[in-house]
């Protein structure tokens, strides 16, 4: 069985960084695709970026591109999303999600990572 | 990347069908058979209810059928139950990206 874990919540200052990991078990962590999506509070989601660990290649939405990051260590079943330059409007739940391609719908989350970004 | 567009809301009484649209382009929804929908709970993470258009993964009820012509996919849950009651989005592949619906909160009257 498949299982993502995220990492605990997060209380940021604006301007700094914010590193969210999302430990894999279960499948093989490196020939699928993880991706980060967020949800600000009472809003919808929103896809930030995914990388296919195998290739080590990311991919991010435009909206996003120079402040976000997106790794992965093969050694650990690890991704980590990591975001740059905080403001109040990156304040959301942060949630990782496996596709078995990099076209392939989201089959498995993890339980998501609240970050609050507040001076 | 523009989200992809859904109705707010959506309502039916129980044992009754409720189907939601998802409007895209020809970059997204029309060019590709990459579109899956997901139903949230609140406080709960997205579960996948549709992925490739029209493919239930194992365990989610025969209800729940997906379609798609040209930019606009579509959801449909017949028999609606209680359970029911939830957020909605679609999502679609975008070549190398991929984007989300704005979202339909479906009530079960």
């Known amino acids: 069985q498949v299982q993502l874990v995220q990492s605990g919540a997060e209380v940021k200052k604006p301007g700094s960084s914010v590193k969210v990991s999302c430990k894999a078990s279960?499948?093989?962590?490196?020939?699928?695709?993880i991706s980060w999506v967020r949800q600000a509070p009472g809003q919808g989601l929103e896809w930030m970026g995914r990388i296919i660990p195998i290739l080590g290649i990311a991919n991010y939405a435009q909206k996003f591109q120079g402040r976000v990051t997106i790794t992965a260590d093969k050694s650990t079943s690890t991704a980590y999303m990591e975001l740059s330059s905080l403001r109040s409007e990156d304040t959301a739940v942060y949630y990782c999600?496996?596709?078995?391609?990099?076209?392939?719908?989201?089959?498995?989350w993890g339980q998501g990572t609240l970050v609050t970004v507040s001076s | 990347q523009s989200a992809l567009t859904q109705p707010p809301s959506a309502s039916g009484s129980p044992g009754q069908s409720v189907t939601i649209s998802c409007t895209g382009t020809s970059s997204d929804v029309g060019g590709y058979n990459y579109v899956s929908w997901y139903q949230q709970h609140p406080g709960k993470a997205p579960k996948l209810m549709i992925y490739e258009v029209s493919k239930r993964p194992s365990g989610v009820p025969d209800r729940f059928s997906g379609s798609k012509s040209g930019n606009t996919a579509s959801l449909t849950v017949s028999g609606l139950q209680a359970e029911d009651e939830a957020d909605y989005y679609c999502s679609s592949y975008a070549g190398s990206n991929s984007v989300f619906g704005t979202g339909t909160k479906v009530t079960v009257l």
């Open positions: 999600a496996r596709g078995l391609a990099a076209a392939a719908a989201f089959d498995y």
């Open positions: 279960g499948g093989t962590f490196s020939s699928y695709a």
